[in-house]
């Protein structure tokens, strides 16, 4: 069955340093990946997608993620955090059976000034 | 454009009850998936409407429905409340299938509390 682990359940950075969120993927096929992220007391909102070509993808906010095949994994990764970007972000793999999304179990960020 | 309506955002309900959560999607979308998300379990599917067809279902019981309706609004109903319903339930559209498309566009949530 399609899985994904996200590792981390939280991690906290220094505000203006680099971050990177793992995601571990099971999945049979090429899978579609994505990351949202979820704000408190907010619903959650697509960062990026990957479905197909160029592995390193650019989303929203200044976030990118890298596909890697042979470590099932889709990181996602920002240069500089900013205090705004402290949240909870979800990756999830797609099209499960059934065509459903699988989400993972996020990940808390904090950032501290 | 406006986005996901989830109504109402806030309820407290006693055990036993019944609840009923609609959902707005944007408009043109056609699938409506519902999601239930709590601390401890985090994000866990519910089901999954496509043009007024239970298209996919999670692993909960039966005391958990939905339906769609044909301008694609969505509700969803628990009967005879637990404690453990105490949940935020997200509602997310999409313009096809969930799966396939990805692209899920969450409302804010209704958060139950039930007592």
């Known amino acids: 069955a399609q899985s994904v682990t996200q590792p981390d359940i939280h991690i906290t950075v220094s505000e203006g340093a680099s971050l990177e969120l793992r995601c571990n993927y099971s999945?049979?096929?090429?899978?579609?990946l994505f990351w949202y992220v979820q704000s408190p007391g907010q619903g959650l909102q697509l960062l990026l997608k990957y479905f197909s070509g160029d592995t390193l993808v650019q989303g929203i906010k200044g976030f990118e993620a890298e596909f890697k095949r042979s470590q099932s994994s889709f990181n996602l990764r920002k240069p500089s955090v900013h205090w705004s970007d402290a949240a909870e972000y979800f990756c999830a793999v797609g099209p499960s059976y059934g065509n459903k999304l699988v989400f993972g179990a996020g990940t808390i960020l904090r950032v501290k000034s | 454009k406006a986005g996901v309506t989830q109504t109402p955002r806030y309820l407290i309900k006693t055990r036993g009850q019944q609840v009923t959560l609609s959902c707005s999607p944007i408009?043109?979308?056609?699938?409506v998936s519902w999601y239930q998300q709590t601390p401890g379990q985090g994000l866990q599917f519910l089901f999954e409407y496509f043009s007024e067809t239970q298209r996919n279902k999670g692993n909960f019981p039966g005391r958990f429905s939905g339906r769609q309706f044909s301008n694609s609004r969505s509700e969803m109903n628990v009967s005879t409340l637990e404690l453990g319903d105490s949940a935020l339930y997200l509602c997310?559209?999409?313009?096809?299938?969930?799966?396939?498309?990805?692209?899920?566009?969450f409302g804010e949530g209704s958060r139950l509390t039930v007592l």
């Open positions: 997310a559209s999409s313009q096809g299938l969930a799966g396939e498309s990805g692209e899920l566009f």
């Open positions: 999945y049979g096929a090429t899978p579609y």
């Open positions: 408009s043109g979308h056609r699938s």
